[in-house]
């Protein structure tokens, strides 16, 4: 707030040194969550049922909560910003940019994103629901005796966690403003952006205090639900044997490209 264009440039500077650095890393990384993820799907391990309850919620409010945590206000930013800027911007040479640019966004928000959710996320369950450990946090690290390994993890769990709440709110409350302003033609500001993340910080904060039971769960239903009947509603503006057939094709060279996606980079 006091020096924005300060921040955004030592941001930018740092997040290019560490690109540079663990770019491969990461491609490498992604590769193998994927991997493991496949493996243990496969697995007789894959079959084991993680307590020995019903499931809290039904199978719609499981896939909302995953959507809502997973992808958030991202969802209905990048899944226009993305293919439309690879369908201008094809990173490779293509005799199809239209499928090219589908294939990339798939490859960015696909297997890999979710492969990392869940292999923690199952880490963490595995440990409270079959080894009975007494909280979250000694799920996160059981297998160490040093309290200082596991509070320094804790910590630095707490402040990444911290940090992708503050990008997700930040751009959804960028996306609202800039919304209203292309909707209604209108020029909302700074104070209306600062005001606009108090306001829905607010609201989060509180969702956060009263738990997943109560208000959580009924936001994530919600944004879900209304997910769906935008996607439907766009529906009736498609024509669908093209979109079908690029739809299908994308997938299909996602899925024999993917090792070569995640390995290009380093080949280069």
């Not at 320094?152 to 992708?164: A, D, E, R």
């Not at 930040?170 to 606009?196: D, K």
């Not at 529906?235 to 299909?252: I, N, W």
């Amino acid at each position: 707030m006091v020096n924005s264009e300060a921040l955004i440039h030592f941001l930018n500077t740092g997040n290019s040194s560490l690109l540079s650095v663990f770019s491969d890393y990461y491609l490498f990384v992604g590769a193998f969550i994927v991997v493991v993820s496949l493996v243990i799907l496969f697995l007789p391990l894959g079959k084991k049922r993680l307590g020995n309850k019903k499931p809290e919620y039904s199978y719609f409010s499981w896939i909302a909560l995953l959507y809502s945590t997973g992808m958030g206000s991202g969802l209905l930013l990048r899944a226009v910003q993305e293919p439309v800027y690879y369908l201008n911007n094809p990173p490779v040479a293509t005799a199809n940019a239209e499928v090219l640019a589908l294939q990339y966004t798939f490859f960015h928000w696909g297997f890999t994103p979710w492969a990392m959710y869940s292999l923690f996320g199952l880490i963490v369950a595995y440990n409270l629901y079959v080894r009975k450990v007494p909280n979250l946090l000694h799920a996160l690290v059981p297998a160490s005796n040093s309290n200082y390994l596991k509070n320094t993890t804790i910590v630095f769990i707490v402040l990444i966690t911290i940090t992708g709440v503050i990008a997700s709110l930040g751009l959804g409350s960028a996306q609202l403003v800039g919304g209203l302003n292309h909707t209604f033609n209108i020029e909302l500001g700074n104070y209306t952006l600062l005001a606009t993340v108090l306001l829905i910080g607010l609201i989060a904060t509180f969702s956060a205090l009263t738990g997943i039971q109560k208000v959580i769960k009924y936001l994530a239903d919600f944004d879900f639900g209304f997910s769906i009947l935008l996607m439907l509603f766009i529906a009736l503006f498609l024509d669908f044997a093209p979109f079908f057939s690029q739809l299908f094709t994308a997938m299909y060279q996602y899925v024999i490209h993917f090792f070569e996606n995640e390995f290009v980079y380093w080949r280069l």
